[in-house]
């Protein structure tokens, strides 16, 4: 069994919020490149009014991430790479 995944996550709110997640995971994956990192991001409407962009990355490299980025929160990640 490999390392365990970070989903880190940035919670946007209001009648945008869905156009605002899709647009942040876009720096999050123009900074992923840059970086030459094989994390992968995503996009998820919750609500018409809540949506949340995210980064799912190995445990071993969460705190630069987060640091760097400075996520709203974390949770673990339960999908396969």
């Known amino acids: 069994m490999g390392e ?4 880190l996550i940035w919670d946007f709110r209001g009648e945008d919020s869905y156009e605002t997640a899709k647009h942040h995971q ?3 994956s123009d900074y992923l490149k840059q970086h030459k990192l094989k994390d992968k991001t995503g996009v ?3 609500t018409n009014s ?3 962009a995210w980064l799912a990355t190995p445990e071993s490299n969460m ?3 987060r640091d760097a980025l400075i996520p ?3 949770e673990l ?3 396969e790479f």
């Not at 365990?4 to 989903?7: S, W």
């Open 4 to 7: 365990q995944l970070i989903k």
């Open 26 to 28: 876009h720096h999050l």
């Open 44 to 46: 998820e409407k919750i």
């Open 50 to 52: 809540y949506a949340i």
């Open 63 to 65: 705190i630069n991430l």
């Open 72 to 74: 709203h929160r974390a």
């Open 77 to 79: 990640f339960e999908e």
